[in-house]
């Protein structure tokens, strides 16, 4: 009798160490999944079809040429886009993920990760059309383009992969403080006459109703596919290219 009631008492003992036991795991489970619930949120990638700005053009122009992101932030924020560096140095254009300074002197480099932009436009590019062009002028090419933009209100990454007759670019020289407006800024810019080269152009088409907060139309920069040159594209006559357009919704402007 004694024996059986204590057999009984472990078993009891048992039976309750194991309930309790299941209740902890299933606790356990379910702060675990919260957790990786929470933790795949939290480590989501940016979202890529959104065109990311730091600073607004109009405040950028007047003379605000003070690097206030670093190359490495930007990155994560896209792989295609157009800026320049600290005090107007130059122009930047990011091709593919890699971010290139073509300074006024004319030969580019990439850009050092702690190097800083006053001024960028960036985004994923993931293009939505793509045509095939020839023979056209820059004139020629922007008529092209207005035709193949289906909204006049949303903005548009631009990419131009090919084979240039001729290409204008330019660059300004590093302006040190206290800085000059833009327009006196590129007085003593560097200007470019590229013939005949295989280049990529990339750049966006802003609305009319960003005037201001971007440059409204037509912004490319351009570089050469041997990394020799490039600069802002002025002009160019295109032989053959690949035009891709990438359209963008969405809008993330960083303030100064
Ligand atoms: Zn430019």
């Known amino acids: 009798m004694q024996s059986k ?39 989501a990638p940016v979202e ?12 950028f122009s007047l003379g605000n ?36 300074h073509i300074p006024a002197e004319g030969e580019p ?18 293009a939505d059309y793509t045509f095939n062009v020839a023979e056209l002028n ?26 240039y007759d001729y290409a204008q670019t330019r660059s300004p020289p590093k302006q040190t403080p206290p800085y000059p407006i833009l327009t006196e800024a590129i007085k003593n810019q560097s200007v470019f006459n590229l013939a005949n080269v295989s280049a990529t152009a990339a750049g966006f088409w802003f609305p009319s109703s960003m005037d201001g907060v971007d440059y409204v139309g037509y ?6 596919d041997d990394r020799s040159a490039g600069g802002h594209l002025l002009d160019c006559i295109i032989k053959n290219a690949t035009v891709e357009i990438d359209e963008i919704h969405s809008y993330n402007l960083i303030l100064p």
């Open 5 to 43: 009631l204590t057999w009984e008492a472990v078993e009891l003992k048992v039976k309750a160490f194991l309930a309790i036991a299941l209740v902890i795991v299933i606790v356990l489970s379910a702060f675990y999944a919260v957790w990786q619930a929470y933790d795949k949120s939290s480590s």
């Open 219 to 224: 912004h490319l920069h351009l570089i050469t």
């Open 65 to 100: 040429y003070a690097g206030y992101m670093n190359y490495s932030e930007l990155k994560t924020h896209g792989d295609f886009g157009i800026g320049t560096l600290e005090g107007l140095d130059g122009e930047m254009i990011a091709v593919d993920g890699v971010f290139y």
């Open 109 to 126: 480099r990439e850009i050092a990760p702690e190097e800083k932009a006053p001024y960028a436009t960036v985004t994923f590019f993931e």
């Open 138 to 163: 820059y004139t020629e090419f922007k008529a092209f383009c207005d035709q193949k933009l289906s909204s006049k209100n949303a903005i548009y990454a631009i990419k131009v992969v090919g084979f």
């Open 48 to 59: 890529r079809d959104v065109l990311f700005q730091i600073a607004a053009f109009n405040t």
